[in-house]
C-alpha cells in the first residue's frame, strides 16, 4: 500500500490537498494535529483494494479445500472481526453519502411479462404554488425594518464621530476647556453648555473667557425690576407650584415688600391651601404681622366672591394648594384660575433637581406665566440648573428668596448675582468630571443641529 503524507495549516487546506494529490477516491488512514497545523495520512483507493486483495485474509482469497481447518482461537477471532464492520474514513464517507442519496434504481425485469394497461395513465396536473399578500407583505416590513435601523446607526455613529472630533476640538483650546468644566460642575446641560463655548471668541484667554461668560449668561437670563416688572402696578396673581417650594412664604413676602411702599391697604391676601395641615393659620400669622386680612377660599365660587370683595386692592395675593407636577389636577386648577382673571405667578426652587425643574415648567405652564420668584437659593448647592432652564424657556424672573425672614430674604433679580453665585466654585471633586468622562457626557448629546430650541433662546 502507497501512503503519503500531506500537511496543512488547518484540516480543510490539507484534506484539499489530498483530493488535489490522489483524487476523490482517496481514504484517509490517519490524521493528527502537529505544530504548526494538521498531518493527514491518505492513500488512493486502488491501492487499498490491491492490498486487501493481497491480504492473506482478503475478501479474494478463496479457501483451499486441503488446507487445514483454523484453530478455535483464530476462528472466533475470525468471526468477530468479520462481524465487525469496516472502518470508514472521511472520503469514503463522503462517497458513501453521495451514493445513499442517489435514488434507487429499479430491478432489472428482463423475461418478465409486463400488463398492458389499455389506457395509460396521464399525469395529475400539479397546483400552481398560490402567493398571497402575506408574504409580500411580510418580506416589505423586513425590508422596512433593515432600512431603519441602518438609518439608527448611520446616525449614532455620525453623533459619535461629531462628538469625539468636538471634544477633541476641545482639549486642543484650554480656554473652551475650562469654561466647558466650570459650565458643568456649576450644573448647566450638556447642550447650553456646549453652545456657549462654541460662541468664546477664539483670541481671548482665561480671564477674559470667563468674563464674556459670565456676561453672556447674565444678558440672557431675564430679570424683571421692582418698579417696571408685572409686581410694579399690582393686579391679581397667584403662587403657584409643587409642594415645598416656599409659595405661603413668597406670598407673604411680596405681600410685606408691596405694602412697605403702598401702604397695607393696598394688599389683600387669599388662601386656597386647604390640603396642608395648618397652611392657612401660617398665612393668616403672616397677615396679621403685617396688617393685612387673609380670606380663605375652597372652591372656584368662594375664590370669586373673595375677588369680588377685595377688587378696591391694588394687589390680590392667592396662596394656592401645592400639587405635584404629574398630578392631574394642575391643568383643571390653572383653567380655574384664568377664568377668574388670576395670572399664575410660578415658584421654582432652586434645590430641584434639573429634570424636575423641565416637569413643573411644562406641566405649569411656565411659558405662559406672568413671571418665576426662584426661591430657596441658600439651600441650593448649584444653581447651574436653575439658570439653565430660565434661559433655555425663556423666562423672565420677578423675584428672589434666600431664606424664611419676611420680608427680609425676599430680593429684586439680579442677573449679575445670580450667575456670579452660580459660576462660583462650590462642588466636591467626586463631582468634577474628568476628560474620560467629560467625553461620555457630550457623545450623549445630539448634534449642533439639534439644538435649535436652545440657540434660539440664546443670544450670546
Keep these: 500500500m502507497r501512503t503519503q503524507r500531506f500537511f496543512g495549516a488547518t484540516a480543510r487546506e490539507a484534506l484539499a490537498r489530498v483530493k488535489t494529490s490522489l483524487g476523490e477516491d482517496a481514504v484517509i488512514l490517519r490524521n493528527r494535529r502537529v505544530d504548526g497545523g494538521v498531518e493527514i495520512l491518505a492513500t488512493t483507493d486502488a491501492d487499498w483494494s490491491q492490498d486487501e486483495a493481497m491480504a492473506p485474509n482478503g475478501p479474494t482469497r478463496h479457501a483451499s479445500a486441503d488446507a487445514p481447518p483454523p484453530a478455535r482461537g483464530t476462528a472466533a477471532a475470525g468471526s468477530r472481526k468479520a462481524a465487525r464492520p469496516p472502518e470508514m474514513s472521511t472520503v469514503s464517507f463522503e462517497r458513501y453519502a453521495q451514493e445513499r442519496s442517489r435514488p434507487a434504481q429499479a430491478p432489472s425485469m428482463e423475461g418478465v411479462s409486463k400488463p398492458v394497461d389499455p389506457q395509460p395513465r396521464q399525469p395529475e396536473p400539479v397546483a400552481p404554488l398560490r402567493i398571497d399578500g402575506h408574504g409580500e407583505q411580510a418580506t416589505a416590513l423586513a425590508n422596512q425594518h433593515l432600512v431603519d435601523e441602518l438609518r439608527r446607526m448611520r446616525a449614532y455613529i455620525s453623533q459619535q464621530f461629531s462628538a469625539l472630533s468636538w471634544v477633541d476640538g476641545v482639549r486642543r483650546s484650554p480656554v473652551q476647556a475650562q469654561l466647558l468644566r466650570l459650565l458643568i460642575g456649576a450644573g448647566f446641560s450638556a447642550r447650553l453648555s456646549r453652545l456657549l463655548v462654541s460662541r468664546v471668541p477664539g483670541d481671548y484667554d482665561d480671564d477674559e473667557a470667563v468674563v464674556w461668560l459670565h456676561a453672556a449668561l447674565a444678558r440672557n437670563l431675564r430679570c424683571a425690576a421692582w418698579t417696571d416688572g408685572p409686581l410694579a402696578d399690582g393686579g391679581v396673581f397667584a403662587m403657584v407650584g409643587p409642594t415645598g417650594v416656599g409659595k405661603t412664604t413668597t406670598t407673604a413676602k411680596i405681600a410685606a415688600r408691596f405694602a412697605l411702599r403702598h401702604g397695607v391697604q393696598s394688599v389683600g391676601l387669599i388662601t386656597m391651601d386647604a390640603y396642608r395641615i395648618a397652611a392657612q393659620d401660617q398665612l ?62 410660578l415658584v421654582l426652587a432652586a434645590t430641584a433637581q434639573e429634570g424636575a425643574l423641565e416637569e413643573v415648567i411644562e406641566a ?97
Design 284 to 345: 393668616r400669622a403672616f397677615g396679621e404681622l403685617i396688617g393685612v386680612p387673609v380670606l380663605a377660599a375652597h372652591d372656584a365660587d368662594e375664590l370669586g366672591r373673595h375677588l369680588a370683595t377685595l377688587a378696591d386692592r391694588r394687589l390680590v395675593l392667592v396662596d394656592t394648594a401645592g400639587v405635584g407636577q404629574r398630578d392631574e389636577r394642575v391643568a383643571a386648577n390653572l383653567d380655574m384660575l384664568a377664568d377668574k382673571g388670576v395670572r399664575p405667578l
Design 364 to 460: 405649569y405652564r411656565g411659558r405662559d406665566a406672568a413671571g418665576v420668584v426662584l426661591s430657596k437659593i441658600d439651600e441650593a448647592p448649584r444653581l447651574g440648573g436653575a439658570i439653565d432652564a430660565l434661559v433655555r424657556h425663556r423666562l423672565q424672573v420677578v423675584g428672589m428668596a434666600d431664606g424664611q425672614r419676611v420680608p427680609e430674604d425676599w430680593h429684586e433679580a439680579d442677573a449679575a448675582g445670580l450667575v456670579a453665585t452660580a459660576l462660583e466654585p462650590r462642588m466636591h471633586d467626586d463631582f468634577v468630571l474628568d476628560d474620560t468622562e467629560l467625553t461620555m457626557l457630550m457623545q450623549r448629546i445630539d448634534g449642533m443641529g439639534a439644538d435649535a430650541p436652545a440657540r434660539e433662546a440664546l443670544h450670546a
